[in-house]
C-alpha cells in the first residue's frame, strides 16, 4: 500500500491524477497539500497562510480524503469554514472532484457529509404561513409564491431542507417580501422539517464533516481526528459575536410590552418603571462622547440592572414553554429573541473583571442609550476547546500571518490561545492574474468626520467616491465593497440621484441572492458583505468583471472603544484591516489569467508616492498581495476635479 506522500506524489505531479481529471496542475498546491500531510501526521497546531490561487480547498481536501480513504476506521475529519457560500463550493464542487481522484487511483470514495445551523433550513408551518399572508396581501405575486411553496414542501420531504437551494434554481433572491428570518428553522421551535433531522444524522455518521465556525465554537464536541479551519482569519470574529453582549433599553422595553400582550398576562409595572429608570439614568450620565467605561460612572445603574435580570428571566422561561409546540412568526421571534438577549446581558453586568468591561453607549444622532459587556480575548478558549476534541489542528486562509519582515502568526496565536505552532508557512503563486490600481488624491477629504462614527459622512468625499464609481463602470460591472450597511444605503441613493440603478446589498439578506442579477450584465453591486466567501464567476470559471472599489478602510467601530478599554492597540487593528483587504481585493482574481483594476477612495491607504510622508496608516501597504506590489507603485490617482485617473511622479517602493 502506497504512503499518503506517494499518492499526493502521483495526484499533484505535472501529469499527474489532478490533471487528467480536468484539474490544473500548481506546483503551490502540491506543496501545499504536504503541509496538509504533515499537520494529519503530527500532533499540534498549524498555520499555513495560502494566498488566492494556491487551490486551498483541493489542497487541504485532498490529502484529508486520502488519509481517510487509508484509515476507514479513523474518525471522522472536520473541515469548518466562515461563509455558507464556501462551504456549498466545498461540498458540491470540490469533494466530488476529489472522490473522483480516489477513484481513479484505485481508492474507494469517502462519504461526506454538510452540518448547518438551524437558520439554513425551512420552518415549514412558519415558511406556510408566511408565504399564505403575503398572497393575501401582495395577489400579483401569487404565482411565484406557490412556486416557492411546493419547493420548500419538496425540499423539506425529499431534498436538503435548506432554503438556499432555491438560488440553485436560477432565482436571483427570494420572492419579493419572504426574508429569510420568516422561513426559518428557529433554535427554540419544535423541529417541523424531517431534512433537517435527515441532515444531522448524516452529520453524525459521516466521515468527513463540512462544518462552519460558528457550529464548531457552540456545539461541537464530538471526537475528531484533524479539525481544517478554512477562512480562520474569522475565527476570532465568531467568539466575539458570540461572548460581546449588547443591549437597547428601548428595545427592551418594547419587545417585553409585545411579550406580556402576546402572553395575555398582566403588565408588571415594576419592570417599566426600571427600564424607564435606567433610560434616565443612562441620559444624565451623557457626555456626547460615544462610549462611557468608567466603572465609578456605571455604578449608578447596577441596582436597577440587576432587579430587572429575575422577571425578565421568569418572561424567558414562559416564552420557551409557549412556543415549545408552536413556530413563532417573525415578530414573536424577534420577540423571544431579545428577550433571550436581554436576560444574557444583564446577567454579565457586574463588576469589571480583568478581561472584560461594561459599556454604556449612545447612538450618534438620536442619543439612544445601550449597555455592553465586552471581552478582551473571547477567543482565547479556542484552543482549549480544540484539544477535547482532537490533537490535529490546521488553520489556513490567505491572510493569518503578522504585519512583520520576517513569517509569524503571533498574532494568531495569541488572539486564540494557542502557544506555539509546530508548522508555520505561507505560500504565494508566482503568477497568478494582473492588477492596477488607482488610489484616492492625498488631498481628499477623509471619510468621515470623526474616525469613530458611521453616520456622518463627508459629502466631498461620498462624491469623489461616487465619480470613482461611475468612471469603473464604464469599463463595465463593478463591484463595490463598503464598511457598514449604513454607507451601503447612501452610496446607493447618491448612485440613484445620478442617475444610475446599483444593486444594493440590504440589510438583514444575503449577499448570496443579488449575484444572480449582477453576473447577468454590466451592473453595479454595493456591498459591506461581500468581502470574502464570494467568487463572481461564469458557468465555466470564465471572469465576469474586473473593477473592484473599496470605498473606505474597514477600520472597526468598536475599535476605539477596545482601544480605550486597552484592550487592542492600533497595530492589532491595522492587522484586521490588512486582512479584511487582502480579502476584498481576492475577489476580483479568480482565475490564473483574470485582469482588473482595484480602485481605493480612501485618502488614508498610503500610496507609496515619492513626497508624501508616512503615517499612521503607512502598515496597511501589505494589503497589497506581494506578487502585485510593483504594479501598486504605479498606481495612478484619482483626480476629484476631472473625475479621472492619471499619472503620478515616480514612486518609491517601501
Not at 484529508?64 to 476506521?73: D, F, H, R, T
Not at 508548522?423 to 497568478?432: D, T
Not at 504605479?634 to 517602493?653: D, G, L, Y
Amino acid at each position: 500500500m502506497k504512503t499518503l506522500n506517494e499518492y499526493l506524489d502521483e495526484i499533484f505531479s505535472e501529469n499527474g491524477v489532478v490533471v487528467a481529471c480536468g484539474g490544473r496542475y500548481n506546483k503551490e498546491q502540491a506543496q501545499y497539500a504536504k503541509s496538509i500531510a504533515y499537520a494529519l501526521e503530527n500532533e499540534g497546531f498549524n498555520a499555513l497562510e495560502a494566498e488566492t490561487g494556491i487551490g486551498k480547498s483541493i489542497g487541504y481536501l485532498t490529502p484529508a480524503m486520502l488519509y481517510l480513504a487509508l484509515n476507514p476506521e479513523s474518525p471522522k475529519i472536520v473541515v469548518s469554514t466562515f461563509t455558507r457560500l464556501l462551504q456549498k463550493q466545498v461540498i458540491t464542487k470540490d469533494v466530488p472532484f476529489v472522490n473522483k481522484m480516489l477513484e481513479a487511483v484505485g481508492l474507494q470514495p469517502i462519504d461526506v457529509a454538510l452540518r448547518m445551523g438551524r437558520g439554513s433550513f425551512f420552518s415549514m408551518e412558519r415558511t406556510v404561513r408566511h408565504v399564505q399572508e403575503k398572497t393575501i396581501e401582495y395577489p400579483q405575486h401569487k404565482a411565484i409564491y406557490e412556486k416557492f411553496l411546493l419547493f420548500a414542501h419538496t425540499s423539506c420531504a425529499s431534498g436538503s431542507g435548506i432554503w438556499l437551494d432555491w438560488f440553485d434554481l436560477g432565482y436571483e433572491s427570494l420572492p419579493p417580501y419572504i426574508k429569510s428570518q420568516d422561513i426559518c428553522l428557529l433554535q427554540f421551535q419544535s423541529v417541523d422539517n424531517p431534512a433537517y433531522e435527515m441532515h444531522k444524522e448524516n452529520a453524525n455518521n459521516c466521515a468527513l464533516l463540512i462544518t462552519n465556525h460558528a457550529t464548531m465554537a457552540n456545539f461541537f464536541k464530538d471526537e475528531a481526528k484533524a479539525v481544517f479551519f478554512d477562512e480562520s482569519h474569522e475565527i476570532e470574529k465568531t467568539y466575539e459575536e458570540l461572548f460581546t453582549k449588547k443591549l437597547q433599553f428601548s428595545r427592551m422595553q418594547q419587545q417585553y410590552q409585545y411579550a406580556i400582550a402576546m402572553l395575555g398576562k398582566r403588565l408588571n409595572r415594576e419592570v417599566i418603571t426600571l427600564i424607564e429608570s435606567l433610560i434616565n439614568k443612562a441620559h444624565s450620565l451623557d457626555e456626547k462622547s460615544e462610549y462611557i467605561t468608567n466603572p465609578d460612572t456605571l455604578f449608578v445603574l447596577n441596582d436597577d440592572i440587576k432587579r430587572l435580570y429575575e422577571p425578565l428571566s421568569k418572561l424567558k422561561i414562559l416564552l420557551e414553554s409557549h412556543f415549545s409546540n408552536k413556530a413563532a412568526s417573525s415578530e414573536e421571534a424577534e420577540c423571544y429573541q431579545v428577550i433571550l438577549h436581554s436576560c444574557a446581558v444583564l446577567s454579565k453586568w457586574g463588576a469589571p473583571q480583568k478581561y472584560s468591561a461594561n459599556v454604556l453607549g449612545f447612538s450618534d444622532i438620536r442619543r439612544i442609550p445601550s449597555i455592553a459587556v465586552i471581552q478582551k480575548t473571547p477567543a482565547s478558549i479556542f484552543a482549549l476547546q480544540m484539544k477535547k476534541i482532537t490533537k490535529h489542528v490546521m488553520l489556513t486562509s490567505a491572510t493569518i500571518s503578522d504585519l512583520s519582515p520576517n513569517l509569524s502568526f503571533r498574532s494568531l496565536g495569541f488572539a486564540l490561545g494557542i502557544r506555539e505552532f509546530i508548522q508555520q508557512k505561507a505560500i504565494s503563486p508566482e503568477h497568478y492574474g494582473d492588477l492596477d490600481f488607482v488610489i484616492a488624491e492625498r488631498n481628499t477629504p477623509k471619510p468621515t468626520k470623526a474616525d469613530s462614527s458611521e453616520f456622518t459622512f463627508d459629502a466631498d468625499w461620498l462624491l469623489n467616491t461616487v465619480n470613482m464609481i461611475k468612471y469603473a463602470k464604464k469599463s463595465g460591472a463593478v463591484l463595490v465593497l463598503t464598511a457598514s450597511f449604513g454607507e451601503n444605503e447612501v452610496l446607493c441613493d447618491l448612485l440613484r440621484s445620478q442617475g444610475i440603478e446599483p444593486i444594493e446589498h440590504v440589510k438583514g439578506t444575503s449577499v448570496i441572492q443579488y449575484l444572480g442579477e449582477f453576473k447577468k450584465g454590466k451592473r453595479i453591486l454595493v456591498s459591506p458583505g461581500a468581502w470574502e466567501g464570494v467568487s463572481v464567476v461564469g458557468k465555466d470559471g470564465e471572469q465576469l468583471f474586473s473593477n473592484l472599489v473599496i470605498t473606505r478602510l474597514p477600520i472597526r467601530p468598536t475599535f476605539f472603544l477596545m482601544k480605550s478599554l486597552n484592550f487592542y492597540t492600533w497595530m492589532d487593528e491595522c492587522t484586521k484591516v490588512v486582512t479584511k483587504m487582502r480579502q476584498g481585493i481576492g475577489r476580483i482574481i479568480r482565475g490564473p489569467n483574470f485582469k482588473g483594476t482595484i480602485y481605493i477612495a480612501d485618502p488614508r491607504m498610503p500610496s507609496l508616492s515619492e513626497g508624501h510622508p508616512k503615517s499612521d496608516y503607512a502598515v496597511l501597504v501589505h494589503a497589497i498581495p506581494k506578487r502585485f506590489r510593483a504594479q501598486y507603485t504605479q498606481a495612478k490617482v484619482f483626480n476629484s476635479k476631472t473625475s479621472k485617473p492619471e499619472e503620478i511622479r515616480k514612486i518609491v517602493m517601501v
